[in-house]
């Protein structure tokens, strides 16, 4: 399977994007990503994921609005899975501790962000 390919830090970073979706808002991702992992790491992980074609930009006119100050910066976009493979693919790897444990974070950090 072309998921045990990826690096480590690329197959990490898609672990935690599938937790939250088929698609997703990548500052959702980095909300909780960035408590573990350093920024650095999210963009090289988010850059082979594109370049692999497994992660592609959501294009609306809404995001094209909401961010059109942010052109060169992805953290305000949303992303998608290129396929539904893919991201079944990573939630069915994950150990059900492990999805259980990112879900946690993924809703305490997501909690706190509206707070």
Same mark, same amino acid.
Request: with cysteine; net charge positive; glycine share 2%.
């Given at each position: 399977?072309?998921?045990?390919?990826?690096?480590?830090?690329?197959?990490?970073?898609?672990?935690?994007?599938?937790?939250?979706?088929?698609?997703?808002?990548?500052?959702?991702?980095?909300? =909780?990503?960035? #408590? $573990?992992?350093?920024?650095?790491?999210?963009?090289?992980? %988010?850059?082979?994921?594109? +370049?692999?074609?497994?992660?592609?930009?959501?294009?609306?006119?809404?995001?094209?609005?909401?961010?059109?100050?942010?052109?060169?910066?992805?953290?305000?976009?949303?992303?998608? =899975?290129?396929? #539904? $493979?893919?991201?079944?693919?990573?939630?069915?790897?994950? %150990?059900?501790?492990?999805? +259980?444990?990112?879900?946690?974070?993924?809703?305490?950090?997501?909690?706190?962000?509206?707070?």
């Amino acid at each position: 399977q072309r998921i045990d390919c990826l690096d480590d830090q690329t197959r990490n970073f898609l672990k935690y994007c599938s937790i939250l979706g088929q698609e997703f808002e990548l500052s959702n991702v980095l909300q =909780f990503y960035k #408590e $573990i992992h350093p920024q650095k790491t999210m963009d090289y992980a %988010l850059q082979v994921a594109l +370049k692999e074609k497994i992660l592609i930009e959501v294009n609306s006119y809404e995001n094209f609005l909401t961010n059109s100050n942010l052109r060169h910066n992805h953290r305000g976009k949303r992303f998608k =899975f290129s396929h #539904e $493979i893919w991201w079944k693919s990573l939630l069915k790897i994950m %150990l059900s501790k492990t999805k +259980k444990d990112l879900n946690q974070a993924a809703a305490t950090s997501m909690i706190s962000k509206v707070i």
